[in-house]
């Protein structure tokens, strides 16, 4: 099984220059830490929704920047600067789950795109009935992106795809 984790950048750099997944701090560690815990189960890929550059792969290398974007109107005109949802979408082929950590106003725009595979996502109470519809499991978000219940929900859920 191969999942993808995707979240967004925070304003909490690390490093002047690193790996996308390395340079932030701040919220983004809740999600590392989960993917850690996710890699020692299956292959596991991590994303980050970058306001400068876009989706891009947490292996990336880049420098600390100053357009981390935080409201609607900054997650609109970054998908039209960038097309981060439909680069999400074409990615998504190639994993069997992919795990959303990002905004709601993000994950409206995200929620678009036909991603492929199984979606996992910690988000807004708001789009638990959506989810439900379209057969994505959903979390609502607790602590800084995922909270600790999630984080152990959301391993025994992979846990028991990966015996099937």
């Known amino acids: 099984m191969k999942v993808l984790v995707i979240t967004n950048d925070s304003t909490v750099f690390r490093y002047e220059e690193s790996s996308a997944e390395e340079i932030f701090g701040g919220r983004v560690t809740e999600v590392k830490n989960l993917k850690r815990r996710i890699y020692e189960i299956c292959e596991t890929s991590f994303g980050i929704v970058s306001g400068k550059y876009g989706f891009i ?20 005109r970054l998908q039209e600067r960038t097309d981060f949802a439909g680069w999400i979408q074409t990615v998504s082929e190639n994993f069997d789950v992919i795990l959303l950590f990002i905004p709601k106003e993000m994950m409206r725009i995200i929620m678009k795109e036909d991603l492929k595979g199984k979606i996992i996502a910690s988000t807004s109470l708001e789009f638990k009935e959506e989810f439900e ?16 219940k999630n984080a152990d929900r959301i391993v025994s859920e992979l846990l028991s795809f990966s015996s099937l």
Do not use: C, L, N, Q
């Open 57 to 76: 792969s947490g292996d990336r290398v880049i420098t600390r920047y100053e357009e981390v974007p935080d409201s609607e109107i900054e997650y609109k």
């Open 133 to 148: 519809r379209m057969g994505w499991s959903f979390y609502e978000r607790k602590g800084a992106r995922i909270g600790k």
